[in-house]
Nanobody
Framework: QVQLVESGGGSVQAGGSLRPSCVAS????????MAWFRQVPGKEREGGAR?????????NSANSVKGRFTVTQDNDKNTMYLQMFSLKPADTGMYYC?????????????????WGQGTQVTVSS
């Protein structure tokens, strides 16, 4: 079973940068899509960015983070990263790494099977 472990969150001021990472315990799972979701208390998880883990490595991201967040993958380390630039207080939340079989509806949490425990990102003004 795939296990996902996030790290690299933290507290920064607005305009700062962070690079959370997600290590997968098993790369050879049959899924195709990995993504980062954000959740704040009282609200549902919302998709931030995703990557297709095989050959094309295509990516997509939410309009709210386009141009500021980039998702990348290092297969040798079984690791996915979320490079976050120009952070805003609205980016604050718990960031979850997730994996599933399809990127077709990548921003819908129910499409994913495996979830990490989350890493907190706090951006102060």
């Amino acid at each position: 079973q795939v296990q996902l472990v996030e790290s690299g969150g933290g507290s920064v001021q607005a305009g700062g940068s962070l690079r959370p990472s997600c290590v997968a315990s098993e790369y050879t799972y049959r899924g195709n899509c990995m993504a980062w979701f954000r959740q704040v208390p009282g609200k549902e998880r919302e998709g931030g960015a995703r990557i297709y883990v095989h050959s094309s490595r295509s990516t997509n991201s939410a309009n709210s983070v386009k141009g500021r967040f980039t998702v990348t993958q290092d297969n040798d380390k079984n690791t996915m990263y979320l490079q976050m630039f120009s952070l805003k207080p609205a980016d604050t939340g718990m960031y979850y790494c997730t994996a599933g079989y399809t990127c077709a509806r990548w921003d819908e949490a129910e499409e994913y099977i495996y979830w990490g425990q989350g890493t907190q990102v706090t951006v102060s003004s």
